[in-house]
């Protein structure tokens, strides 16, 4: 075991890890000829290619380090959040698939413009600019942090050289190089998952039996639970939490909508979703495990974990990651947990490029040939990469992982997914939306001010008494709700997109 700190043959792991995925970027290089195959790989890729590409983005340093923590610090009750997952994967392909691939060309926000108008496209579009843009940022952060705690390295180093890395091989492979390398990165962090499992199952005194027996005594296997309240966590609310944050970010992520198009026909796009679905699933139960392993794991051996770190349960898996695991097999899931992290940021930077693209550039620059249109895709992928390296050495963390992602999706990310749903089961005019929208907007804000968790509510208002996870869903239904109530006064539109 090591006392603390990397080896020289985990510092050549991480290094052979990082030299493999920007040569596998600078290969994929060659072959983009202009921004249509730089968006979506002459749109030809293999669908189970597709799906873990899409299983690696969705899965970041957050489930890599935060499902753990989840697990230590309570129980296994977080797992209903991809309970219903497989219902948001089999609506994904039997409707959003077909639709998407008929009605777009690459932007996803471009179906609201069909349906809405110009200004819902906007709305849309700045939506997922924001809210990736300071995911990208917080999630190289976070990372870094954990990866400078466990190797003692300058955290600004860490920072700038795994930012610089991943901005190198997106802005030479385009979404080809991305899809591939995502598809490495899928299976390193998923071994990486199972070594760390086995040396916690293994490695304690009195073996496999000794941690299960400690941790099913310690009540760390509950799964659900039967009370409910509005402001507290619970198994209602993380299973309607994760149907809506699943469902949307089907529905309304470019990084999703993007790979439907990549994928070479819609069956093979439909079962991308699929097996992405069962992927992610099988990821959030392995680290939750792993979560439930550390506590029996330290619970057995109490003078292995120091004391401060109790109140730290984001920190555990690191300090057993630095301290529990023999000479290179730091190295080996630590590429894990970097392939977790590299693996999402190289794909918000090309979606990211993709709707700078096809909702503003080529809207302002119609006329521009393929060279110019490939040009600019990669200046936006390199200026994008580098404020959010800036942005994330600017940062400092505020409170847990988990709760901090969670709450942050909740919030900025509610209302979106109304507005399709608005657009493809009703006949609202783009009025009734706008309706629906200032609803929404204004019910997140109630909610985000007078909370349950603010320190400084609103004066004159009402509490609100929705705990943060139920904001996503809420605002959603809002937005609905109230389009549709409006749309009852106004004219209707034309015939939805789904009937």
Not at 24 to 50: D, E, I, K, M, T
Not at 225 to 243: A, E, I, K, M, N
Not at 350 to 357: D, E, H, Q, Y
């Amino acid at each position: 075991m090591t006392t603390g700190g990397l080896t020289l043959l985990d510092w050549i792991i991480l290094a052979l890890y990082l030299a493999i995925m920007v040569g596998l970027g600078l290969r994929w290089g060659r072959r983009q000829a202009n921004s249509q195959h730089y968006f979506l790989g002459g749109g030809r890729l293999p669908g189970w290619a597709v799906g873990v590409s899409m299983f690696a983005t969705v899965i970041s340093s957050w489930s890599f380090l935060a499902l753990p923590a989840k697990a230590f610090q309570s129980d296994l009750q977080s797992l209903m959040t991809v309970s219903l997952l497989p219902v948001a994967a089999w609506i994904t392909a039997r409707w959003f698939v077909p639709l998407f691939r008929e009605r777009i060309r690459l932007s996803a926000y471009e179906y609201l413009e069909r349906r809405f108008g110009m200004g819902a496209r906007l709305y849309g579009n700045m939506a997922f600019l924001i809210v990736h843009f300071g995911k990208m940022a917080g999630i190289l952060y976070l990372l870094c942090l954990a990866l400078a705690e466990i190797t003692g390295a300058n955290l600004l180093v860490i920072i700038a050289v795994v930012g610089c890395a991943t901005i190198l091989y997106t802005f030479f492979g385009g979404m080809e190089g991305v899809v591939w390398t995502d598809v490495a990165q899928g299976f390193l962090l998923l071994f990486a998952g199972v070594v760390a499992f086995g040396f916690l199952l293994f490695g304690a005194p009195g073996g496999p039996e000794a941690v299960l027996q400690a941790a099913w005594t310690g009540g760390k296997f509950k799964l659900a639970s039967t009370g409910f309240d509005w402001d507290r966590d619970g198994t209602v609310l993380f299973v309607f939490f994760g149907l809506t944050y699943f469902t949307q970010k089907y529905l309304s992520d470019q990084t999703m909508v993007q790979r439907y198009l990549v994928a070479s026909d819609r069956d093979k796009a439909g079962r991308a979703v699929w097996l992405s679905s069962l992927l992610i699933m099988l990821v959030w139960v392995l680290f939750m495990a792993i979560g439930v392993l550390l506590w029996a794991y330290y619970r057995l051996q109490p003078g292995l974990l120091p004391e401060g770190l109790l109140a730290k349960p984001d920190k555990i898996f690191p300090h057993f990651i630095a301290h529990g695991l023999p000479t290179g097999v730091t190295g080996l899931i630590l590429s894990g947990l970097l392939a977790a992290t590299m693996s999402t940021l190289s794909s918000d930077l090309n979606s990211l490029s993709a709707v700078v693209f096809d909702d503003y550039y080529r809207r302002i620059r119609p006329d521009v040939g393929d060279r110019a249109h490939l040009l600019f895709s990669r200046l936006v992928v390199l200026v994008a990469g580098l404020l959010g390296v800036v942005l994330a050495m600017a940062m400092t963390r505020v409170h847990s992982m988990a709760d901090a992602a969670f709450d942050f999706v909740s919030l900025v990310g509610g209302g979106v997914m109304g507005m399709y749903l608005l657009g493809m089961l009703t006949r609202a005019p783009a009025r009734a939306l706008y309706v629906g929208l200032a609803c929404g907007v204004i019910f997140i804000l109630w909610t985000y001010y007078c909370g349950p968790g603010a320190t400084v509510p609103l004066p004159g208002l009402p509490r609100s008494p929705f705990h943060t996870l139920w904001v996503g869903t809420m605002g959603n239904l809002v937005v609905f709700v109230c389009g549709w109530l409006a749309s009852r006064v106004m004219r209707p539109a034309a015939a939805p997109a789904i009937a």
